[in-house]
Each structure stands twice: as C-alpha cells, then as structure tokens.
C-alpha cells in the first residue's frame, strides 16, 4: 500500500506539469497511465493477469465514461457529467458481461482507433497547480476495494473496479476547479485517446505477466500521442 501513496502524488503533479506546459487534452493522456492497474496486478499475484484481462475488456466502458462525462459536464456541471458517466460505466460494463472476455477485448480495438480526435479548447480560465495528495487516496480506496473484490468475487469482478477510473476523474475533477469546466471537458477527451495506453499494458500483461512490459507498452504509446496533442490548449490559452 506505501507503493500508491508515492506514486499517485507523482503521477498529479506529473498530468499537472504537462497540463500547464501543453493543455489539458494532453494531460488527459498523462492522466490514462495504468497506475492503478499495475499496482493492483502487482498485489494479486497469480491472480494479476486476469484482473489485467478484465480491465482490458472494459475499456470500451471507459471511454463510454469519458465521452459521457465530457457531454455533460460543460451543460450541467461536474456533478451531473460525473453522474452520467458513471451510468454509463455500469450500463456498457452489464452489456460487456454478456459477451466473453475476448470479444469484448476486440470491441475495445475499433472503439479506440475512433476515438483519436480532439479539438483545440477555446481560452481557459488560468488557476494554480492541481493538489496531488487527493490523487494519492483515491489510488488506495481503489486498491483496497480491488483486493477485496478478488477475494470475494474472484479476478473478473476486480477487474471491472480497477477499471474504473477513479484516479484520472479525480484529475478532471482537480482541474475544473482551477481551470473551469471547457478545460475538464478537454482533459477527458485527451483521456479517450490515452486509453489506448492503458488498452497497451492490460493486453501485455494478460498475454505474458510482465508488469514492466506492459508499463513500457502504455509509456510509449502515450508519450507519443501526448506529443501529437501538445499543439491543442497550450499556456497560451490561458486568460
């Protein structure tokens, strides 16, 4: 468990960082590192790849959340976006049990090559760094619930709360406070786009164990497309 408390804060002040120097679409990408993930695998032991395999299978429940949320949140604010998009994890995530862990896996391919498109924000409220410590809780609530959800229910069921993601709303959620609600609306598209990462590593980690292959899968898939979204909502947006 010490492990989340010093990543987490890490990887805040990391999204944060690059948020400030190249937008919020980027940060979203940042934001999609499978940190949750990877230390859950890593706590379940044998039981890892499994988890990593149902994670992977609701990735298409993922990215239904972020479209879903980056709706509503700039008509109706971040508590009703949050509501929304957490309707529409559960309603894709009931939808994905009816069908076989791989068939859902292979869904999840098309959906992200879709999802690559996200425009430039308009101009954005200007604010101060986002607090990283709440990211650090949410990342040990998470890890806590998955290991208990495996135990119980087995790695399947783990798998659709690890997917869950708790720590890149929290992100979004940091950032409309400081930045306003168009800049939440972009970090989560930016989030669609580096789901491909997150995609990247459960798959890896599925088919051979490796953690750290599948952290180096998600790393050079997302720095590549936090590059290419660097152009959209830079510090020159700010007002």
Same mark, same amino acid.
């Given at each position: 468990?010490?492990?989340?408390?010093?990543?987490?804060?890490?990887?805040?002040?990391?999204?944060? @960082?690059?948020?400030?120097?190249?937008?919020? @679409?980027?940060?979203? /990408?940042?934001?999609?590192?499978?940190? !949750?993930?990877? &230390?859950?695998?890593?706590?379940?032991?044998?039981?890892?790849?499994?988890?990593?395999?149902?994670?992977? $299978?609701?990735?298409?429940?993922?990215? $239904?959340?972020?479209?879903?949320?980056?709706?509503?949140?700039? %008509?109706?604010?971040?508590?009703?976006?949050?509501?929304?998009?957490?309707?529409?994890? *559960? $309603?894709?995530?009931?939808?994905?049990?009816?069908?076989?862990?791989?068939?859902?896996?292979?869904?999840?391919?098309?959906?992200?090559?879709?999802?690559?498109?996200?425009?430039?924000?308009?101009?954005?409220? !200007?604010?101060?760094? /986002?607090?990283?410590?709440?990211?650090?809780?949410?990342?040990?609530?998470? &890890?806590?619930?998955?290991?208990?959800?495996?135990?119980?229910?087995?790695?399947?069921?783990?798998?659709?709360?690890?997917?869950?993601?708790?720590?890149?709303?929290?992100? &979004?959620?940091?950032?409309?406070?400081? %930045?306003?609600?168009?800049?939440?609306?972009? @970090?989560?598209?930016?989030? &669609?786009?580096?789901?491909?990462?997150?995609? @990247?590593?459960? *798959? *890896?980690?599925? !088919?051979?164990?490796?953690?750290?292959?599948?952290?180096?899968?998600?790393?050079?898939?997302?720095?590549?497309?936090?590059? %290419?979204?660097?152009?959209?909502?830079?510090?020159?947006?700010?007002?």
């Amino acid at each position: 468990m010490v492990v989340p408390l010093l990543a987490a804060p890490t990887l805040m002040l990391a999204v944060t @960082a690059v948020e400030r120097r190249a937008g919020p @679409a980027a940060a979203g /990408v940042i934001a999609a590192a499978p940190l !949750s993930i990877a &230390v859950i695998v890593l706590a379940l032991g044998a039981q890892g790849p499994a988890v990593a395999a149902s994670a992977g $299978a609701h990735v298409v429940a993922q990215v $239904a959340f972020a479209l879903a949320f980056a709706a509503v949140i700039v %008509r109706r604010g971040s508590v009703a976006g949050f509501a929304a998009a957490a309707l529409a994890y *559960v $309603a894709v995530s009931l939808l994905i049990a009816l069908v076989p862990t791989w068939v859902a896996t292979l869904c999840a391919v098309p959906v992200l090559l879709l999802a690559t498109e996200v425009k430039r924000p308009g101009r954005l409220s !200007s604010g101060g760094p /986002v607090d990283p410590r709440a990211g650090a809780a949410i990342v040990f609530v998470l &890890v806590g619930v998955s290991l208990v959800v495996a135990d119980r229910l087995g790695p399947a069921a783990a798998g659709i709360v690890a997917a869950f993601p708790a720590l890149s709303t929290t992100f &979004v959620l940091l950032l409309v406070r400081v %930045r306003g609600l168009a800049a939440g609306a972009h @970090a989560l598209g930016g989030l &669609v786009v580096g789901l491909r990462g997150y995609f @990247a590593f459960c *798959v *890896v980690v599925a !088919s051979t164990g490796w953690v750290a292959l599948g952290v180096l899968a998600a790393v050079a898939m997302n720095c590549g497309l936090g590059r %290419r979204l660097s152009v959209h909502g830079t510090s020159g947006d700010r007002h």
